[in-house]
C-alpha cells in the first residue's frame, strides 16, 4: 500500500513538472522568446526576450537574384518606365541604362532658303537628314545614329492654319513640315524620334536649311573623303574610289542629290550623309574652334535650342570613331505612292541596347 501511494505520489510530480514545463514554453513564445523545439533550456538569459536576431546579409549574387528585370519583348517594352529606371533582360542577358548620356537630334532641311516662318502650317519642309547623336559622358565617346528619311512612324498632322488633325503612320520627314518651319517643327521632329525610340530623352536639337550646307563645308576648309558612289549634278562631277576634299558646291551635289526614279535611293543618299558626317566629326574633335565657325557662317540658316560651339568643345576629350555610326536595319517597300522604310523590330531593339544601355555581369560572373 505505501509502495503504491509513492509510486502515485511519483507520477503526479513528473506530470507536473512536464505540465510546468509546457506553461513555461507557452509563456515565453508569447512574451516574443524563439525556441527551437519545445524544450527550454534553464540557463538562457533573463532578458532573452528583448534581444533580436539580425537576419544575415544576402550575397552579392542574391542581390542580382532579387532585382526585378522587366523582360523586352518588343521594342515598346521600353516605353513602359523611365529609361533611367530599372533594369531590361533581352535574350538571357540583363541591362541598365547607362549614367551620364545627352543625346542630341540633328536635321538636315529640303529648303535652300535662309530660315523664315513658314506659309502655312503644312510648309515647314521635310527633314531629308536625320541624326540622332548621343554623348556620353562617363565613357567619353560619341555614338550616331543615322535615320532613314522613310521610316515609318506616328506622324503628327495638321492642316494649313495649324490644326490638328490625326495622328498616322507616315514617313519621319515629313513631320518636320507640319510647323513653322523653324522652332515648332523642329519640336514635333523631336517628338517623332522620341516615338520611334519608345520615349527615349533628347536634349536639343539643331536643323540646318540645305542651302546654308556649302557655307558650312568652306568654313572648316572642306571635308576630305573617298566617295562611294559617283554623283554629277549640273556642272559638279564626283568620281567613286577618287580621294576629294569637298568644297561648298561639291559637298552639296553629294549629300543632296538622289535620283527619284530609282527605288530606294534615299537609302545610298543616307550612306553618303553618313560618311560625311563621320568626317566632319573627326574635323570638329580635333579642333573644337571650328564649330564657332560652322554656327558663324550658318546663323542664317540654323534653327537650334543647343549652343552648338559649346557642345563640341564639351565634347572635345571624347572618342568617335566610324563604328559607333549606327543606322536602322529594316525594308524599304512602295506602298501608297511613296516609299516606305519599315525597321526590322529585333534589330531595333538591339541598337537601342548596344547604345543607351550597358550589359550587366551575369549572376554566376
Known sequence: ??????????????????????????????????????????????????????????????????????????????SDEKWSEGIVGYRGKQYQYKSGLQNYLFLGIDNDDVVKPAEDGISGGQSDAIFLVVTDRSRQEISVIAINRNTMVPV??????????????????LQHGYG??????????????????KGIPISGYLSLNMGGLAALNDAIGGVELTPIESIKRGDVVITKGKPVTLNGE????????????????????????QQYIVAVMEKLLADPGKATRIYEEGADYI???????KLVKDAKDMTFTE???????????????????????DALIQLILDVFYE???SSGA
Do not use: W
Open 1 to 78: 500500500m505505501i509502495v503504491r501511494t509513492l509510486i502515485v505520489i511519483l507520477c503526479a510530480l513528473i506530470t507536473a513538472g512536464a505540465l510546468t514545463t509546457v506553461l513555461v514554453v507557452i509563456l515565453r513564445q508569447q512574451r516574443g522568446v524563439r525556441t527551437e523545439s519545445a524544450t527550454v533550456t534553464e540557463n538562457m538569459p533573463e532578458n532573452a526576450s528583448a534581444q533580436t536576431v539580425k537576419p544575415a546579409e544576402p550575397s552579392a549574387d542574391e542581390k542580382q537574384d532579387a532585382r526585378t528585370v522587366r523582360e523586352i519583348t518588343c521594342v515598346g517594352d521600353f
Open 250 to 273: 561639291q559637298a552639296y551635289a553629294y549629300l543632296r542629290t538622289r535620283d527619284v526614279d530609282e527605288f530606294a535611293s534615299a537609302n545610298n543618299r543616307l550612306l553618303r550623309q
Open 359 to 361: 550589359e550587366l555581369p
Open 323 to 345: 563604328e559607333r555610326m549606327y543606322s536602322l536595319t529594316g525594308e524599304t517597300e512602295f506602298k501608297d505612292d511613296f516609299e516606305q522604310f519599315h525597321a526590322d523590330e
Open 303 to 309: 534653327v537650334a535650342s543647343i549652343d552648338l560651339p
Open 180 to 197: 513653322d518651319g523653324m522652332k515648332l517643327s523642329c519640336i514635333r521632329s523631336v517628338d517623332a524620334v522620341n516615338r520611334l525610340f
Open 156 to 173: 503628327d498632322v495638321y492642316d494649313r492654319d495649324g490644326n490638328y488633325l490625326v495622328q498616322m503612320d507616315l514617313q519621319i520627314c
